[in-house]
């Protein structure tokens, strides 16, 4: 695992331990994300009116291989948060109805959607998941205890944010389908961390970040919506669609694909990022999953805390950890001041948790250090 980190533009000098909140990408990822905005320069005229919506519909091609899904029913977005947002101005409910989510969801995201409710009277429901995780009966038990007559939806992190686990959804999803109730999963950490089969999940909206574990360019994610939803999705940002001059099949492509002028290299550069991923990434996966399971052991006897989580299958590429009560406020700006250790630590549910993610130019050493930094500066 030595050289791989010369692959990604990464500072050398730094011990980064925080590909979960902004990944690096690696060279010729960016190289071919350059390359388009490039193509796009040399005659912008022909670019943006023809030639971006065939290179657009190759990397949806691409993309649905790579998760399990048709190229029709995927549109690109530049964040998770701008595909959510799509979702969520597009659900007719009534006051009342109730949006079931777990205690564990992104936080903006969280944000979002309160705002939203506290504009309509949708109620949110922040279904608190009790710690330590252990068995997938127990997290579905507490999670459908949540489920009442009035919820409608149901939106859930397929990995999670602050708590980095990797959630049992299938059983969760299968139920709601019985009850007839939306599905949205925010799998902003999924693509290139684990394996994706959006249509064995039979989800109704998948949304996914390529820019985390793909390595793809910043700015690439995407939002999947099931055929039968389609008709009824209409973009928060209104520009040429089904009335314009761009050519498609599809009203949902047209009214989302062109949002106003806009650099899609990003979008355009998801192949390259995939095919990087099965030469690179995908047999070094191992190695950092038992590396981040290693963590998971050190961190209970360094912290002296008990783990959110049993770990296992709980556990992909991250994995968080409280910190114990006394632990310094600033240990997030100590451990960069002081040892170039960049990782995150902030407060979740009243614990303060450290975050770890092991990307595939990490190595044990990275972790070393971290683990022999953390006594004396808790
Ligand atoms: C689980 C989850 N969902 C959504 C997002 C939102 O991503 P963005 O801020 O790029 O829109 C993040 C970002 O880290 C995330 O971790």
């Known amino acids: 695992m030595n050289n791989i980190k010369d692959t990604f533009l990464l500072d050398p000098n730094i011990t980064f331990l925080n590909h979960g909140s902004f990944g690096s990408c690696p060279r010729p990822v960016f190289q071919e994300y350059q390359k388009w905005q490039q193509k796009l320069e040399h005659q912008p005229v022909q670019f943006m009116t023809d030639k971006v919506y065939s290179a657009l519909k190759e990397s949806r ?19 998770p948060t701008t595909a959510t947002t799509n979702i969520i101005f597009n659900l007719d409910l009534k006051p009342g109805d109730e949006i079931l989510m777990t205690n564990h969801e ?35 038990e507490e999670f459908w205890k949540g489920v ?20 049992p959804i299938e059983q969760i999803l299968a139920r709601a389908r019985e009850k007839g109730l939306i599905t949205i999963v925010d799998g902003a ?14 989800c109704d909206y998948y949304i996914g970040a390529i820019h985390k574990w793909l390595c793809g360019p910043k700015g ?25 001059e761009d050519p ?27 095919e990087f991923y099965h030469q690179e990434i995908s047999s070094l996966q191992s190695k950092c999953r038992e590396m981040n399971l290693h963590a998971f052991s050190e961190f209970q006897s360094i912290l002296g805390t008990k783990p959110i989580s049993s770990g296992g299958n709980w ?13 310094s406020p600033d240990l997030k700006e100590k451990l960069w001041t002081r040892h170039k250790i960049e990782i995150p630590v902030f407060e ?31």
């Open 61 to 79: 091609i691409a993309l649905s291989e790579f998760m399990g899904c048709n190229e029709d029913e995927l549109v690109f977005f530049p964040n």
């Open 106 to 140: 992104y936080g903006a995201l969280v944000r979002a959607w309160t705002a939203w409710g506290k504009r309509t009277g949708i109620k949110i429901v922040q279904q608190n998941i009790p710690a330590p995780l252990d068995t997938e009966e127990r997290f579905i």
């Open 148 to 167: 009442n007559v009035r919820t409608k939806v149901i939106f859930i992190s397929h990995i999670t944010s602050p708590t980095a686990l990797i959630f």
């Open 189 to 202: 950490h999924v693509p290139g961390q684990v394996d994706l089969d959006i249509h064995a999940l039979g």
């Open 220 to 244: 690439s994610s995407f939002l999947f919506v099931k055929k039968e939803h389609q008709k009824w999705m209409k973009p928060v940002v209104y520009s040429w669609g089904k009335n314009g």
């Open 248 to 274: 498609g099949p599809s009203e949902f492509l047209q009214d989302f694909q062109w949002q106003g002028t806009r650099d899609m290299s990003a979008f355009l550069s998801i192949p390259t990022a995939i």
């Open 315 to 327: 556990l992909g590429q991250m994995v968080s950890h409280p910190l114990p009560d006394h632990a």
């Open 348 to 378: 979740w549910n009243g614990l303060q948790l450290i975050r770890l993610s092991v990307q595939i130019y990490n190595q044990q050493n990275d972790i070393d250090s971290l683990m022999s930094a953390l006594p004396s500066l808790i």
